[in-house]
């Protein structure tokens, strides 16, 4: 007798702790966004993590210019504050080159796929002389553009 109860008890003790378990669970974990369509200023800029092909894309406009990158084209770097999304958007040969940079926040998505985000467009210019004595001081000055829009998970 005291086995069958033992052993009820454990039946019960076992289906209470999966229950509940169940109802602790995240009922729904979504992706992560891997598309970001963001402006401000007069900078607009769609970055996907990947496309049809596979690859990343990132497009940049500026107002006078569209410029399109792919794959190799663009730079990542994780870091603990986003992740650092770098393309080159005007390149010489004798006096340096910009370079754009945007930080990716970490975002966590809701059941809708999407969410707004507010970050910030790093314009870099990257001073070169073929000139060794004219390459002294500081060679990179900054432009910061605030960026807003909206991270959101697309089915490529």
């Known amino acids: 007798m005291f086995n069958s109860i033992f052993k009820s008890l454990v039946l019960i003790f076992s289906a209470f702790i999966a ?7 995240d009922p729904f974990t979504t992706p992560l966004p891997n598309q970001y369509v963001l402006h401000g200023g007069n900078l607009k800029v769609t970055y996907s993590t990947t496309g049809f092909d596979g690859k990343p894309h990132f497009t940049y406009q500026d107002g006078t210019h569209t410029l399109n990158f792919s794959g190799d084209q663009i730079r990542t770097v994780g870091t603990e ?3 650092l999304v770098s393309v080159t958007i005007l390149m010489t040969v004798d006096t340096g080159s910009t370079s754009f940079t945007v930080l990716i926040p970490h975002i966590n998505l ?3 796929l999407e969410a707004s985000i507010q970050t910030q467009g790093i314009s870099t210019r990257h001073k070169f002389s073929i000139i060794p004595d004219l390459n002294r001081g500081q060679l990179d000055t900054y432009k910061f553009t605030k960026l807003v829009g909206n991270a959101s998970v697309v089915n490529f």
């Not at 229950?19 to 669970?25: E, G, K, Y």
């Open 19 to 25: 229950t509940t378990s169940l109802v602790m669970a």
């Open 110 to 112: 809701d059941s809708t």
């Open 81 to 83: 504050d986003g992740t």
